[in-house]
């Protein structure tokens, strides 16, 4: 596919995260379908390492879908796209499953054993309200009013002992960045003097 990593590159890159010793990792460069590969083969290499459960847990199906198509290498856009639909796959010894960031989609992954996860990658999209996507029913209870504030990582972290999330111009609490030099920060660029500011879509840079 047009436009995916160097084997140099991805190689390099997830050798740098198994080099890395932070429990806790933030992916927070612009190249989202990047980052999600380099993340993936990261997670799939440490699967035959450390065998036992590993969660996707992606902002909604949307974004699931967009990765499982437009991630930059063929066995991560093959691997997604075989855990959509099951949301649980083998692989190996290691079994992972995929949610979102609706506890609504948690019950393939709320009563897994703590002692049996072993690592997690999150991704969230540009969206500024995550978790507050779905309409209620008249009556329903907001369940995800009351949920304190990026429930959608902390309570993975609470017994992940590895946990990489993916996210542009995102702050989050308990984690610490890592670069990988090969992606250039993008110089804004004016066009007819309107400059393409920080309201841009990144998901759609990717391609």
């Not at 440490?46 to 990765?67: C, H, M, V, W």
């Not at 907001?142 to 972290?157: E, G, H, R, V």
């Not at 111009?169 to 110089?187: A, L, N, Q, Y």
Request: glycine share 4%.
């Amino acid at each position: 596919m047009k436009g995916d990593l160097s084997k140099e590159d991805l190689y390099e890159s997830v050798k740098t995260l198994v080099e890395c010793e932070i429990p806790h990792i933030h992916l927070d460069q612009h190249k989202l379908f990047t980052l999600f590969s380099i993340a993936f083969q990261y997670i799939l290499f440490q699967s035959t390492k450390n065998p036992g459960a590993y969660i996707f847990r992606i902002e909604d199906s949307q974004l699931a879908d967009k990765l499982a198509k437009k991630s930059k290498d063929p066995s991560t856009r093959k691997f997604l796209q075989s855990l959509l639909v099951p949301r649980k796959l083998k692989y190996g010894k290691s079994m992972f499953f995929l949610d979102f960031f609706h506890i609504g989609s948690w019950n393939l992954t709320k009563d897994i054993k703590p002692e049996k996860l072993k690592g997690a990658i999150i991704v969230k999209n540009t969206s500024s309200k995550p978790m507050e996507f779905i309409d209620l029913e008249d009556g329903e209870e907001d369940i995800m009013a009351s949920l304190p504030k990026n429930y959608f990582l902390t309570t993975l972290q609470e017994n992940m002992p590895k946990t990489i999330t993916i996210a542009f111009e995102e702050e989050f609490d308990g984690v610490e960045t890592v670069s990988f030099p090969f992606i250039k920060k993008d110089k804004p660029q004016s066009i007819s003097g309107v400059t393409i500011g920080k309201d841009i879509d990144w998901d759609h840079l990717d391609d």
